[in-house]
């Protein structure tokens, strides 16, 4: 609503009643009364898109499976809501292998609980460069360094009332991992460079793959941080340990992926299924997706058949990435079906470690990363130093 008020009393009643804004004198200054109309245009434009991704980012939560192992955790995860209602905020700690679902399940704890109105900030640690985490995390003030040019908040702050997701949570660098502790224990944050602290209520998940506790043993993650963390502990189990879930989840992204794309309904031929049930699927549920999302996207034919999926063969090792000592760019040859991601990293840092002769500080500085990020993706891809 935009009102018009012919004195400034009038104004703050309108305004408290829910106006959006007030023109004293609409007459007079019709460049306001069109500033107002336009801003209250876009802000109900924001709203909506708003509105839209909360409500994309619910139903992609929503969590799929029949297998004990995740009716238990469907379990928990109920329980956990439930008991967490009256605004609790206990840390949980999701653990399983790459592609599992441990941010669909992130999603899900958010969006059944009370905050489901409040945000969702995600944020995938290892995607970030070691000496960003700090900033990000915890935002800086005007002039805390060289190019702080204003003040910034940060994903602690952006997610106050809500839930803050900390994927791969052991690539936060050691010192950062301190700093993260305190901020979780006694829920506070305070920006660099700056001298105030602010308190927080912010849920904390975090994900990270089933070696955690080995790089707790080794030294590459604060044990302290660890227990913190371990309140509240959900492991995922790989894709190829739910039995009859995949063809459950497989169903269920034909016919979403079928809506979004806006094509005609398809379905699963027995073949198809029949492939899914033997395929050991390395990348979990979502090269499942992946699978489903290029055949439903190609394809012409309303049923999916087994031959349309690709398997992930033996031809991966015929990966190799070759020095360029005169060459400044990086060379890799890739087989012609295509390989995961994750086998390309692999390979990268074996070969790395191969160049460094297995010295692990050598060769996280060789790959600009820090060195419990290269213990940690060790204990991932299970690489030696040798």
């Known amino acids: 609503v935009i009102a ?3 004195d400034q009393v009038r104004a703050e009643r309108l305004m408290a009643a829910g106006a959006f804004e007030c023109v004293l004198d609409p007459a007079d200054e019709p460049h306001r009364l069109l500033a107002a109309v336009g801003y209250a245009l876009g802000a109900r434009e924001e709203d909506r898109a708003l509105s839209y991704l909360r409500e994309r980012d619910a139903t992609g939560a929503r969590l799929i499976g029949q297998h004990p192992s995740m009716r238990r955790i469907f379990d928990m995860v109920a329980q956990v809501c439930q008991r967490t209602a009256s605004g609790a905020t206990p840390a949980i700690l999701v653990c399983g292998e790459t592609g599992t679902g441990k941010g669909a399940l992130a999603k899900s704890l958010h969006y059944r609980s009370l905050r489901r109105h409040r945000p969702f900030v995600e944020v995938n640690c290892a ?5 960003l985490v700090e900033s990000e ?22 997610a106050n009332r809500g839930t803050l997701f900390l994927d791969e949570i052991p690539s936060v660098p050691l010192g950062t991992q ?36 080995s790089l707790v043993q080794s030294g590459g993650f604060r044990e302290d941080l660890y227990h913190r963390l371990n309140v509240i ?23 979403e992926l079928s809506r979004e794309y806006g094509i005609p309904p398809r379905h699963l031929s ?5 492939f899914i049930r ?20 190609l394809s012409e034919d309303e049923a999916i058949e087994g031959w349309q999926f690709e398997r992930v063969s033996g031809e991966l090792v015929q990966l190799s990435v070759d020095d360029a000592e005169d060459e ?16 390309v990293e692999k390979r990268l840092i074996s070969r790395a470690l191969e160049l460094n002769e297995g010295n692990v500080t050598r060769t996280a500085r060789y790959l600009s990363i820090t060195r419990q990020t290269l213990i940690y993706r060790m204990k991932k891809f299970g690489l030696s130093r040798r």
């Open 328 to 343: 400044p760019e990086l060379r890799i040859r890739m087989p012609a079906s295509g390989l995961p991601l994750v086998e």
């Open 178 to 213: 301190a700093k993260l502790l305190t901020s979780i224990e006694e829920k506070v944050c305070r920006r660099i460079g700056g001298r105030e602290v602010t308190r927080l209520d912010v849920q904390i998940i975090a994900a990270a793959q089933p070696v955690l506790r």
């Open 278 to 297: 033997s395929y050991h699927w390395p990348g979990n549920v979502r090269e499942l997706r992946n699978q489903i999302e290029r055949i439903v996207l």
């Open 127 to 131: 995607a970030l460069p070691p000496s």
């Open 137 to 158: 995390l915890y935002g800086y003030e005007k002039g805390a360094f060289t190019d702080a040019a204003r003040g910034r908040p940060g994903l602690f702050e952006t």
């Open 270 to 274: 027995e073949d198809a299924e029949d």
């Open 233 to 255: 502990r959900i492991e995922l189990p790989p894709l190829r340990e739910r039995g009859e879930d995949a063809i459950l989840l497989a169903r269920a992204f034909v016919d």
């Open 4 to 6: 018009g008020a012919r």
